[in-house]
């Protein structure tokens, strides 16, 4: 139930009518009073309008017919809060970003609107609607032609299934490169059974030098590719693949010398490069040496 509205009720005496006062009260106030005189079998209805707050309350109706006897009608009900929720970046590139909007409300909610509004690319809207009135909705959207470096504000609503509105957490970012991902420590061995091209930074703990690349990529054959992250040569070349080899659960070893501009060295897996079915493979990359 909303925490404001207007109680309508309805009363009546059949024989004697309605005579005195029809009063209601939320919980022990008074939200409405009137002297009434109705002949028998009428009825009378009126709203009251009420204001209160989250939790259990009780609205009680008393009406006193023409002899004086009074009848007491009891309603319990509860209000629950507003809805709420928040707003959140889920991935943020030079050019886009893809936001999640979501909403909590124990009543069930409606739908969620609200707008982006950022200071070079300019003003937008999203807006969702949710069916059957769940009590949590999320949604993402993205937004596509930022500008690198600008300021956005996204703000926004959500209306549960009584027309009542919530706030949602407001959320500012700026629009940039994503942080690149953390490199892995070397000289751990890196195991998958997925048919999902992958990619690791491996921190070597120096810029150049020597290290030793195991591999075991059984039965199936598997194309890793080792490369500087951020510029430089492997083996005296920009990058360097083992092709599309299965080692037939045998580790393949191999000393390769490096020098990069970082300190870290990309691995590239092209699984199941001859369409075999699912694959396994393992690598390790020691730490550097001179």
């Known amino acids: 139930m909303p925490a404001t509205g207007n109680a309508s009720f309805m009363s009546r005496d059949a024989v004697t009518g309605i005579a005195n006062k029809v009063e209601v009260f939320l919980d022990n106030q008074v939200i409405f009073s009137r002297s009434v005189s109705e002949p028998g079998g009428s009825w009378f209805s009126n709203g009251a309008p009420f204001q209160t707050t989250v939790g259990p309350h009780t609205f009680r109706l008393v009406c006193t017919d023409a002899i004086g006897q009074s009848k007491i009608t009891i309603q319990n009900v509860t209000v629950n809060a507003r809805p709420h929720g928040g707003i959140s970046v889920v991935r943020l590139s030079a050019s886009q970003a893809t936001f999640r909007a979501s909403a909590r409300d124990d009543d069930g909610l409606k739908s969620m609107s609200g707008t982006i509004n950022c200071d070079r690319s300019g003003y937008r809207s999203f807006s969702f609607s949710a069916s059957s009135y769940p009590v949590e909705f999320r949604k993402e959207q993205t937004l596509t032609g930022l500008i690198l470096g600008e300021r956005c504000v996204v703000r926004g609503g959500a209306v549960d299934r009584y027309d009542i509105i919530g706030t949602l957490n407001e959320l500012t970012f700026i629009v940039q490169h994503p942080p690149p991902p953390p490199a892995l420590p070397c000289g751990f061995q890196r195991r998958d059974g997925s048919n999902d091209p992958a990619s690791f930074l491996i921190e070597m703990g120096r810029t150049s030098g020597f290290f030793d690349f195991h591999r075991d990529t059984y039965f199936v054959p598997d194309n890793l590719i080792l490369a500087c992250a951020d510029g430089g040569t492997v083996n005296s070349q920009?990058?360097?693949?083992?092709?599309?080899?299965?080692?037939?659960?045998?580790?393949?070893?191999?000393?390769?010398?490096?020098?990069?501009?970082?300190?870290?060295?990309?691995?590239?897996?092209?699984?199941?490069?001859?369409?075999?079915?699912?694959?396994?493979?393992?690598?390790?990359?020691?730490?550097?040496?001179?």
């Open 238 to 290: 920009s990058q360097v693949a083992t092709g599309c080899v299965g080692t037939g659960r045998v580790v393949s070893s191999m000393s390769m010398r490096y020098a990069c501009s970082s300190s870290r060295i990309r691995v590239t897996v092209d699984p199941d490069c001859s369409n075999l079915g699912n694959t396994d493979w393992t690598f390790t990359l020691t730490c550097g040496r001179p």
